[in-house]
């Protein structure tokens, strides 16, 4: 009798064991390669970014997540609120935050702790103005406005032959731009503008002062809806 016939186990499984060895290696090797060159597109994004820029950028990355998980921590306590109060606790809810958005919208005068720059210039541009309204929405501005000029999300900021416009408002120099927020954030922002400020030849003056309330008296003229019609 014969002995029983037994499949070669050695020679077909180290194939097959190579095969997987060698997928994980291809594998292994494009992950690291995805991750270079995602590194290396950051980098290259990155040059020529001056520090100021890139110190906000980092700055508003941090803060922005930090807003993020206070934020959803305060709707989750506002949305308890609703829920044990009541049609009357909506209701308060409901005109404190229509509130909120008015002032958010330039609709009404605000006021608050804040800082007033002033830039004293010649031949600046709206780019110039667009860029310190950024720097000062990014350091967390509550409200802005330039010479009595609410600036808010929307508003246009344009060069003319005649100069610098907001909203087709001419508004020459020296530029008086009152703000209101974090008086800390703000001023750090405010000094590090000033500062690059004073290295431009075209700029005369550039200050900047925290104060206890600043008054926003200018508005947004409401805008009637044109285009959207209620379904």
């Given at each position: 009798m014969s002995a029983p016939h037994r499949r070669p186990s050695g020679p077909r499984r180290r194939p097959r064991r190579a095969i997987e060895i060698w997928l994980i290696a291809?594998?292994?090797?494009?992950?690291?390669?995805?991750?270079?060159?995602?590194?290396a597109e950051v980098e290259r994004s990155l040059v020529g970014t001056d520090t100021t820029t890139l110190a906000f950028l980092i700055d508003d990355l941090h803060r922005a997540n930090d807003s993020l998980a206070a934020e959803a921590t305060d709707l989750t306590q506002r949305r308890d609120a609703l829920q044990a109060g009541g049609s009357s606790a909506a209701?308060?809810?409901?005109?404190?935050?229509?509130?909120?958005?008015?002032?958010?919208?330039?609709?009404?005068?605000?006021?608050?702790?804040?800082?007033?720059i002033v830039v004293d210039a010649?031949?600046?541009?709206?780019?110039?103005?667009?860029?310190?309204?950024?720097?000062?929405?990014?350091?967390?501005?509550?409200?802005?406005?330039?010479?009595?000029h609410r600036v808010v999300i929307g508003v246009a900021i344009m060069q003319t032959p005649n100069g610098v416009t907001i909203d087709g408002a001419l508004?020459?120099?020296?530029?008086?731009?009152?703000?209101?927020?974090?008086?800390?954030r703000l001023a750090e922002a405010a000094?590090?503008?000033?500062?690059?400020?004073?290295?431009?030849?075209?700029?005369?003056?550039?200050?900047?002062?925290?104060?206890?309330?600043?008054?926003?008296?200018?508005?947004?003229?409401?805008?009637?809806?044109?285009?959207?019609?209620?379904?």
């Open positions: 291809l594998l292994v090797a494009l992950v690291a390669t995805v991750q270079i060159r995602s590194e209701d308060q809810e409901l005109t404190a935050e229509a509130n909120r958005l008015r002032a958010i919208e330039g609709l009404v005068p605000v006021h608050g702790r804040g800082i007033v010649s031949s600046l541009q709206a780019l110039d103005l667009q860029d310190a309204i950024n720097n000062l929405a990014a350091a967390g501005a509550e409200a802005i406005a330039v010479n009595d508004v020459p120099p020296p530029w008086t731009i009152s703000v209101i927020g974090d008086t800390n000094d590090l503008m000033t500062q690059q400020m004073h290295s431009d030849r075209r700029v005369r003056q550039a200050t900047y002062r925290v104060e206890a309330d600043v008054a926003i008296t200018a508005v947004i003229t409401q805008r009637p809806f044109v285009y959207a019609n209620g379904s």
